[in-house]
Each structure stands twice: as C-alpha cells, then as structure tokens.
C-alpha cells in the first residue's frame, strides 16, 4: 500500500501547488489536498492555533488538522527562501514547529527546507532529498524533480496560481472600472478568507488585477523603487506589484487586502497607504479580514469605494457620456448585483461605455 | 547636528553622552511616557508592534524638541524591526518633519554602509573616538553588571527601596565618570555596596524573563515587569543584556567567529529554524530556565509580534514537557497596569504553590 500525502491548501500552496502535486505524482505517491477552506476547517484551526495569530496561520492549521485524520503523513514543508535572497514570513519558518506542538494527533509531517538563498541548485537538491526520504531511489527522485521543477517553470513559478474556482469573467465589455486587488495569494484568493472580494467586485462589473496578473519582469523592474528591500518573499511581490499598477496607470484604485495583525502587512499597507496618496495619486482602500470578518461589512466597504471610483472616472469624461449621469449608473449596478452572474448584460448595453474604457482595457492587456 | 536616538532604560544617557563625545549636540530622549505611546500609536500603522510605536512617538518628541537627526539600529530581517526606520522616516516625512535618519545596519554584509554611517558623524580625531568607544563599552558593560546583581538582591533587601536606590545611584555616577579609570572604580565601588546590602536568608521563586528585546530591556514598555516581581520578594532573571546581545550579534558574527550556539541546540527539539528576533532564544532560554531549576518563565509578547508568536505557539508544548510553568504577556497600547499585576499576582501564586506541593518551604 502505498503512502498517502496530504497537502493543506493554504499558505504556500497557492503559489507552489504545481511544482509539490507534480513531484509526487512523478514519484508515484498519492495526494490528497484539503480543499477549499470551510467554517468547519475554519473553526478547527482557531480551536488549536493560539488566539494572536493570523487568519492564513489559523486557517492553516485548520486544513492541516483536517488532514491528520485522512492521511497517512501531511506535507508542511518549512520554506526558507525561493527567489532574490528573500525570506518568508518567520510564521512559514516555524510553520512545521508550530503544528507539530499545537494539533495533538499529527501524523509524520514532512518538513523538507528550501532555502535557495545558499545556492541555485538547493531546489533540486531538496526535492531530491525529499524524494529519497519517501522511498524513492536515487535516479528516480532526480528524474521526477527535474520535470516537477520544469513544470513549474512553465505553470508560471513563482507567479502561479490555481484558479480553480472558475475561469475569471474576463469581463470585456462591462469593464468600466479597473481595481487592484493587492495582497498575499492565500488571502486574496481563498474566497473564504477574503469573502469573495474579488468576484464580489467583477459581479459588480469592475476589472479586477491581483498580483499574480504581474508577470515576474514586470515585478522586478519595480526592485529599484525600494532604496531597502522588504525582507519578505511575498510582501516584496504585493509591494513591487502595486507599485508598477500605480505607475503605469493600468488601475483606477487600489485595494490592499490584508489579514488582521499580519506582522509584514503592517509595513506593506503602510507604504500603500502613504505612497499611493504623495506619490501615485490612486485611490487606495485598505481591507483587513479574519478567520469571521462579515461579509457585509467588507460588501458595504468595496462598494462605496468602487462607487466613489467610477464617479471619479465619469467627472473626467464627461463630454463623452452626456446621458448618462452618475448617480444612476450606481443604481443600475448595484441592482444588477442582485441577479448576479447577469451582471453584464445591461452595461454591455452601453456602449458609450465602452469606449471610455477602451485605452484602459488596452493597458490592462500588456499586464495580463 | 542635533542627534536623538531610542530611549532604552539605564543605557541612555550612556548614549547621549557618547554622541557628545563625538562632537555632536544631542536631545536626549524623554522616558516613554502615555503622550509617547498616544502619539506613536496615532500614526503607526494598526498592526505595528509596541516598539515601533513607542520609537515612533519618542521621535515625534524629540523632533519638536529641536533633533534634526536619528541614530537607530537596523536589520537583515526577518524580523520587522529592520526595516523600522524606513517606515518611520516615511512616516515621519509625511507629517512635514525635516531630518537625517541613520540607520547602523549591523556588520555582516553591511560593512560599508556602517562605516559610511559612521564616518557622516564622527566629527573627533581616531584617538578619541577609540577612547569614547572604549569607555561607553565599559559603562554598559557595568550597568549590567550592577543591574543583574539589583534584580537577584531587591527581592530579598531588608530595607525597601535600598536596591533601586543605589540603582540608580550607580547610573548617574556612571554616567558622570569621564575617563576608563574611573568608570572602572566607580563600577567596582558599587558592585561592593550592593553586595553589602542588608538581605534576608532565603531561597526566592524563581522566575526567567524571556520575549522581544525592546520590551524586555525598557521597563517602562514592560510595566516595571522585574522591579514588580522584585516587589513581590521574586527574583527576576532578565534573559537578554545589551552587553552580551551586541558581543553576539555585531561583533562576533562580524570577525565570523559562531558565538556558542548552545541556545540553538536547546530549542532543537521544538523549533528547528531560526525565526527571527528572539523567537529562537525564547524556546531556548525557556529549556535552559527549566532545567536550571528555575520555578517558572514570563514572555513578554508585542501584539502582532511575528517571532514571538511562532514562539508562543510552540512554548505551551515545552511547558508540558518540561513541566515549567509559561505565562506570555502581551504587550500592546491598550494594555493596563492593573491587569498586568493581577496576572503576575496570580503567577506568583502559582508558582509558590507548586513549590509548597514539591515540598520545600514557599518563598
Ligand atoms: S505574512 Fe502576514 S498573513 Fe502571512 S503568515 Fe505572516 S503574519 Fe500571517
């Protein structure tokens, strides 16, 4: 019988899902994931998790204890650092600590370190390490990491994500408004964890950009606006990525979603906060969500706020949209939020609107 | 040049004295008081941790009190605090103050940037800088001396207030002592007053102070933690001295000598990575204290402290092991005196009642 690996879907896994589930699948092991996040996984890590830590940290625990009753050992590997030198939030370098001394009943957790700061070649070396360590001979824990890592370069690295919800509307025509989502991959898309903020925002018929819609040139060439780098792997992407929406003008406002007494966001959200307003001149909306944020408020929040931005843009075109005044494109909208999934049919309509957005959507294209 | 710089307990008039010797005017920093914290905690971000708020609002004071120029530590991360003073001169700059942030990045890797930081403020011939270096080395190295044997002797003075007393005696003479000589006899003349203090004949609970450094070397960002314990005739064993934390981090890792890694291999069993701050020294100490026989550890957590929480996740399971009683303290702005000592009165209790069930006589 074979070994069954369990792999919490929180945290890193958004981002290095492609390169893990490859490399066991090539090992021939077999993998079960925990799943979109519930109340019920929810409710499990706040119970073990100690009460200041995070909502990502929580939840992890959550599906990390989820797992310890299906499967014969939990993957929770302790990543150091991937790229540039960067580190992970110290919470990722305990990460493995932290269950093994909070959730009673853990099953053999594999803790495989990847620290790419010391060497190129670490990735490999780990990997193969990895394999090793499950059974695997020695070539065959070479051959089945060499295609993980080449699968994963072509998924996207570091810049992967799974959207595994639904395919993203691509919102065409009803695009009117462009909004970026900044934030860190496991917040901003566990629909759970960030209540559904960014589909809430396209039923609503905005565009939406997130971080991973960056490509990874597009990140780096911002690394000279930072006289210090952050220290932090995922920050410096939401940092970088922000900075290059705002500077080349690809996004009408700028949402910050962060979870409730994140260390390194103290720092990040600050920074938006202050260079969005001196610098860039984009209206920024900082959202902070927990393991049991309410919906409504978060709803309430977003659109007042993309309210405020689509009367923004209008004030400014106004000699193209004579008929339409502001006030009752709100009213259509939020009525159409009612149906939602038919959002786009009644602004489709307009196509005065359309053209307004023309230049934007042409911007938006280079980045996605 | 009008230097200002952290407030940190006993050591700061050290540091202003320095920066005098090294021809610079200096404001020195005001004991953090409630205006600092409401001031720092205004413009802080939420979800800062307490000493970025209390640094943040000592230099909005000393600011309006005419600096015009900040001396602090910074970091190699990955814990927050070295990147500090990038956002507070962020901060700073956005509320319309004028000034010059140097930030000391430690040795390692930052060589040339700590020599050019230097070099932009030392306005002295290279003798004299030697000796002001050499002399201020001396004082710190003193007051901790003096403030380790205060903390196992005020619990046990026959008269009250003695300690505290010659404290801070010893500080001001300290300070006022110009020459390497003279701090020398005056550090020796105290350590023999202290040691000649009345005291009573008993073996006192024992308890470790453990946590983020800022809040456990500032007493005021701790609520007077050890003096407090003191009071209630505990002996308080501070964990971290300035002293011994620069020999280990800046010095030591800069001649890439590895400074004994012993509380590394204690934590091991719990925590298998270095995490930051003093994450890792906090389980550490934690193994240490247990097996020295100590009655019980107190962690002193900033809220939202990322190190020191992936430490207090973990340290619930070294109590168990162990069998030493933990209490973490979380610190933040919203934090009162009176709840504080009703946790440190029901610890206290505690630990005098285990000591009482193992046998021996309660302290
Ligand atoms: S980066 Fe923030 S949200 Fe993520 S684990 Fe660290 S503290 Fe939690």
Known sequence: MSLVIGIPKALHYYTFIPLWERFFYELGLKVVESGATTKEIVDMGVRTAVTDACAPIKIFQGHAEWLAQRTDVVFIPRMVSFEGGYVFCPKFLGLPDMVRATIDKMPPIIDTVFDLRKRPAALLRSLVRLGRSLGAGQAKAFASAIRAIKHFKQAGWTGYLRRDSKPRPQARSSAQVTIGVVGYPYIVHDPFLSCGMVDLLESAGARVLTVEDVSAKQIRSEDKSLDKQLFWHYSNRTLKAAYYLMRHNLVDGLVHASAFSCGPDAIVGKILELDSKYEFDVPFLSVTVDEHSGRAGIMTRLEAFLDMLIRKKYAGAKQQLPELAPDGLVESRQGQRRIAGASQTALDGHDEFESSSDAMREQGRQVS | ?363
């Open chain 2, 1 to 363: 040049m009008r230097i200002t710089f952290p407030y940190m307990g006993y050591y700061s008039p050290v540091f202003s004295n320095l920066f005098r010797k090294l021809g610079h005017d200096v404001v020195p920093p005001p004991k953090p008081s409630k205006r600092t914290l409401d001031l720092g905690t205004k413009y802080a971000p939420e979800f800062a941790c307490l000493p970025l708020k209390i640094l943040l609002g000592t230099y909005i004071e000393t600011l309006e009190m005419g600096a015009d120029a900040i001396v602090s530590s910074g970091g190699v991360g990955p814990c927050r605090a070295g990147y500090y003073t990038r956002l507070q001169e962020k901060i700073l700059r956005s509320l319309g103050y004028d000034f010059t942030m140097y930030t000391v990045e430690p040795p390692k890797g930052h060589m040339m940037q700590l020599l050019k930081t230097l070099r932009a403020f030392v306005r002295v011939p290279v003798t004299k800088l030697f000796d002001a270096i050499v002399t201020t080395c001396l004082k710190l190295w003193y007051i901790d001396e003096i403030e380790r044997l205060c903390h196992k002797i005020r619990p046990l003075e026959v008269k009250k207030g003695t300690s505290t007393r010659l404290m801070e005696q010893a500080v001001a003479e300290i300070d006022k002592a110009e020459s390497y000589g003279d701090v020398r006899d005056v550090g020796r003349a105290f350590i023999k007053k202290f040691n000649e203090v009345e005291v009573e004949d008993r073996d006192p609970l024992k308890v470790g102070i453990i946590g983020e450094i800022y809040v456990v070397l500032e007493p005021s960002a701790n609520f007077e933690v050890i003096e407090n314990l003191n009071k209630m005739g505990v002996y308080a064993h501070r964990s971290i001295f300035l002293t011994d934390w620069v020999k280990e981090n800046a010095f030591l890792d800069a001649l890439r000598i590895q400074p004994e890694k012993e509380i590394r291999s204690q934590a091991k069993p719990y925590l298998n990575h270095a995490v930051g701050g003093h994450g890792e020294n906090t389980i550490g100490e934690t193994v240490r204290y247990a097996k020295s026989g100590y009655d019980g550890v107190i962690q002193l957590v900033p809220f939202t402290c990322i190190p020191e929480i992936v430490a207090r996740s973990i340290l619930p399971r070294v109590s168990r092991d162990l069998g030493i009683p933990v209490m973490s303290l979380i610190l933040d702005e919203q934090t009162g005196l009176a709840g504080v000592l009703t946790r440190l009165e029901a610890f206290v209790d505690l630990l005098a009642r285990r000591r009482m069930q193992s046998g021996e006589l309660p302290a």
